[in-house]
């Protein structure tokens, strides 16, 4: 299995900030990296496929790059509603694995 | 807007099978792979499997032996038997979508929980 490791597993923003997860891969993935935001209590939200491809309707304050093993999640500039935690999850191959999260909370 | 709605029960004895489906709307189930996903209280998210419309699967090694993922088109449904559960099986599960071009889930059920207890 393709293990997928995130860094910070949590961190403390401010409205306004510009924030990067990073997430790595136990093996090239090629740019098959996808991210989501989870709030409490509610189903994962897709954001980013294809590594920095953004989904519809997702705003352009989020961003990914990356490929091969190391990958990141940016949100240029922190609003409310962005504090959730965010997974990232490969689809180079089966079994599909998921990192372990990153929390983003209020400063 | 392709809508998806868990529903089964919320307590299971250990030793015994978890059944769940998910019912989608908004959209026909056809031409698209349908995904199971949990995530343990407080926990990350863990793929189950998934199936093609066809009826074809592929499950987490890690669950293979337990699970099975089953396809009514008929009822544009798909359901989810986890065997032999124990407390470790205590999750939310999740029914997804799945793009199979670049591999992400992009509609998701709201969950439901799921506690194995006697």
């Known amino acids: 299995d393709i293990q997928m490791t995130q860094s910070p597993s949590s961190l403390s923003a401010s409205v306004g900030d510009r924030v990067t997860i990073t997430c790595r891969a136990s093996?090239?993935?090629?740019?098959?990296l996808n991210w989501y935001q989870q709030k409490p209590g509610k189903a994962p939200k897709f954001l980013i496929y294809a590594a920095s491809s953004l989904q519809s309707g997702v705003p352009s304050r989020f961003s990914g790059s990356g490929s091969g093993t190391d990958f990141t999640l940016t949100i240029s500039s922190l609003q409310p509603e962005d504090f959730a935690s965010y997974y990232c999850?490969?689809?180079?191959?089966?079994?599909?694995?998921f990192g372990q999260g990153t929390k983003v909370e209020i400063k | 807007q392709v809508q998806l709605q868990e529903s089964g029960p919320g307590l299971v004895k250990p030793s015994e099978t978890l059944s769940l489906t998910c019912t989608i709307s908004?959209?026909?189930?056809?031409?698209?792979?349908w995904s199971w996903i949990r995530q343990p209280p407080g926990k990350g998210l863990d793929w189950i499997g998934y199936i093609y419309y066809t009826g074809s699967t592929d499950y987490n090694p890690s669950l293979k032996s337990r699970v099975t993922i089953s396809v009514d088109t008929s009822k544009n449904q798909f359901s989810l038997k986890l065997s032999s559960v124990t407390a470790a099986d205590t999750a939310v599960y999740y029914c997804?979508?799945?793009?199979?071009?670049?591999?992400?889930?992009?509609?998701w059920g709201q969950g439901t929980l799921v506690t194995v207890s006697s």
């Open positions: 093996q090239t993935i090629s740019s098959y």
């Open positions: 997804a979508r799945f793009q199979s071009n670049w591999g992400y889930f992009d509609y």
């Open positions: 999850q490969q689809s180079y191959s089966t079994p599909r694995t």
């Open positions: 908004g959209g026909s189930i056809s031409s698209y792979y």
